[in-house]
């Protein structure tokens, strides 16, 4: 059984090769109507919505009435705004296997709900995209969970452990546990894989004799941060001979692992970090000078959409769940992330080299994603450069904790404040004066001050708290603070 059970898989693997994005998306938007229709039918605040908003379920039949009359939700516009049950397919709550929470960062709080039916398909779908990722099917694999948050999945094909946020944790199962495995896949966040490669620094561990994979979620990162991983844990940052960092985008009332990166999509990524011309004329033009994060989705899970795009086809991203199975079923729900639609045709014409070679693309179809809409700082700058510049220099991030916070100055420019590791007890202004240079300029070239502040004194919170999203910017009187995520 279990052979049969390992052809199955490595025949979907094969099968998720020679899919046709094109004809995926227009199957999706099919998807999402007919799901439409089963949602203003059975679920009673979603027929309460169309209502109050003058939509008449009957009168929209193709893709074109969808797109121009179904209502555009937010978190706001349900969650905390009908009970919840009223949320639901029946009405009722009955039939759960588990809830799984926001952050609720935002003051509210929203909630995805899965029926045991869900949970098992929802393995299904991890079991399948770590075999496509890190061949689980076939190498003896240790998974650590060390998401914050309470964030639980399950799978039958690796062995499990599940940590939190605790970095002692972690490296003891790495030391312990590694060396009868093949290979170790870490699925966490970035400011907590920061932490985590501090601890490893500190207790001198030599995780580079095992060959460890990361999955991070909850936050945008750059490339800089890759390599930075990458090197921390002693794998290879750009050939992956061993290890491999990789991005992954859920949401709570959503779904786990919606977006992920690909070997392919890394590849580009790290294209456009080298030379962003080449991927501007393959994607076009990105807000700030950090390339965006490029996912691919599985159109038959979600229906995707760019609501509202500026000039350059960045827009709000949009998300209707096709699972039927769903208690909680969401259409066209924002995210509050910016994204956009990325043509294959034009990758492929753009991605030439010089001896006519084509680019390796994934079959899935693209989406290009910026981070939360509100990771803008008030002069315009992207809130991901800054990010990204604290890792260009590995000596200078590993004398850095990752925390920092943006406090904006009358006028234009602004000032970054930086929290050292604990313990370190070094130089400020050498920290201040290496990063400059990495850093992006204001508008009109004015210089940011920047503020090196030893651990202890941080004015901001002494530690991270990895259960709450962290908030990066301190607002102008009458604004409001924006996040990496929400």
């Known amino acids: 059984m279990r052979s049969l059970e390992k052809l199955i898989r490595r025949w979907q693997i094969a ?5 046709d994005g094109q004809r995926l998306v227009a199957a999706s938007v099919d998807r999402a109507i007919a799901q ?18 003058g939509v008449v379920a009957a009168q929209i039949r193709s893709p074109a009435e969808f797109l121009a ?9 349900l969650f905390g705004a009908y009970p919840l049950a009223e949320l639901c397919v029946g009405g009722h709550l009955e039939g759960l296997a588990g809830v799984l929470t926001s952050s609720g960062h935002g003051g509210r709080f929203a909630f995805g709900l899965a029926t045991h039916r869900q949970e098992r398909r929802t393995r299904r779908i991890i079991e399948l995209a770590l075999a496509y990722l890190f061949q689980t099917d076939q190498r003896r694999t240790l998974l650590i969970n060390a998401l914050p948050m309470g964030v639980r999945f399950s799978c039958s094909t690796v062995t499990l452990a599940e940590t939190s946020v605790r970095e002692d944790m972690v490296g003891a199962l790495i030391e312990q546990f590694a060396p009868h495995h093949e290979q170790v896949i870490l699925v966490t966040d970035p400011l907590f894989c920061k932490r985590l490669l501090d601890h490893g620094r500190e ?11 990361v999955a991070l979620g ?34 709570a009332e959503l779904g786990l692992n919606l977006f992920f990166e690909t070997r392919e999509t890394v590849r580009l990524r790290q294209l456009g970090d080298r030379s962003p011309e080449r991927l501007a004329a393959a994607i076009g033009a990105w807000p700030g000078r950090v390339p965006p994060l490029l996912f691919v989705y599985d159109p038959m899970r979600i229906f995707v959409e760019v609501v509202a795009p500026d000039a350059d086809g960045w827009g709000s991203l949009t998300v209707s769940t096709l699972d039927r ?7 066209r729900y924002r995210t509050g992330d910016r994204a956009k639609r990325l043509d294959p045709r034009r990758l492929a014409a753009a991605l030439v080299d010089a001896h006519g070679r084509r680019f390796d693309l994934p079959r899935l179809p693209m989406i290009a994603v910026t981070g939360r809409e509100a990771d803008t700082l008030p002069d315009g700058r992207a809130l991901l450069d800054i990010k990204d510049a604290l890792y260009a220099r590995p000596e200078i991030a590993d004398r850095l904790s990752g925390a920092f916070r943006v406090e904006p100055l009358a006028g234009t420019g602004c000032r970054l404040h930086l929290q050292t590791t604990a313990g370190w007890a070094g130089e400020a202004g050498a920290i201040a004066e290496a990063l400059r240079p990495h850093l992006p300029s204001a508008p009109g070239g004015t210089p940011d001050e920047i503020q090196v502040w030893p651990y202890a004194a941080f004015p901001f919170g002494q530690t991270l708290d990895y259960e709450r999203k962290f908030t990066y910017c301190t607002p102008k009187r009458g604004q409001s603070p924006f996040y990496a995520f929400s």
């Not at 439409?36 to 908003?53: Q, S, T």
């Not at 090197?231 to 985008?249: A, I, K, N």
């Not at 199975?325 to 259409?331: Q, V």
């Open 325 to 331: 199975s769903l208690r909680l079923p969401l259409i």
């Open 203 to 213: 207790t001198g561990g030599d995780w580079g004799r095992f060959r460890i994979h």
């Open 69 to 77: 009359h179904c209502p555009l939700l937010e978190k706001r516009d």
């Open 218 to 251: 909850e936050e945008t990162f750059g490339e800089a941060f890759r390599r930075y991983v990458a090197t921390g844990l002693g794998q290879d940052p750009d050939g992956w001979t061993r290890g491999f960092v990789m991005s992954s985008m859920g949401l």
């Open 36 to 53: 439409f229709h089963r949602v203003a039918r059975e679920v009673p605040a979603y027929r309460a919505i169309l209502g109050e908003r």
């Open 15 to 19: 099968a998720l090769d020679r899919l």
